[in-house]
């Protein structure tokens, strides 16, 4: 089995939730007492996730490609990047550390593709859905790409920060995710992305009337698919 890299940490909800997955998809595939050969690096989320607020993004490359080169010393293969919103930085993390990086857009869009959609919904950070990093990969992919509205963008935000990265979950939130996905169908989404890797903690599929594409589980799912690769 190849060691994979994971960087985590944004926030350690999610990271708990690859940990389990990666382990989990080796356990499902090799049976037994198999589990995921990983090294996990997980940094304090507080001082990135005030650089990402500040704008301040040469200050979280700086955190996350000391991570990064840390796991290619520690024997790392290839990096998982446990986090949607710091695909920002997967050129420079990628070329600092010297290890192939397994893109989460990438995968999520290969996977959307392999079912014949093509138009999609997103729910993500306010800088996943508003910038181009992530936007422009899926495009480039051939998907054309829905966000929320900027009130509701906004609000699916905060609730990513201020509750589901706290490990909050409240059903009022849910609630908002449902009438945001269900404004995105009415314009033509013929599936969702839930492109936050928080965002599966809140809504499943029975909160949605067309297929949700959990981030999350396809990017893990990736991992272990290089691991026994």
Known sequence: MRMLGVLGGMSWTSTESYYRLLNRGVADRLGGLHSARLLL???????????????????????LAEAARGLERGGAEALLLATNTMHKLAEELEKGCGLPLLHIADATADAILADGLDRVGLLATAFTMEQDFYTGRLAGKGLDVLVPDEGQRAEVHRIIYDELCLDVVRDESREVYREVITSLVDRGARAVILGCTEISLLVSQEDSSVPLYDSTRIHADAGVSFMLG
């Open 41 to 63: 690096h997980s940094v304090d989320f507080a001082p990135v996730a005030r650089a990402q607020h500040d704008g301040d993004w040469d200050a979280t490359l700086a955190v």
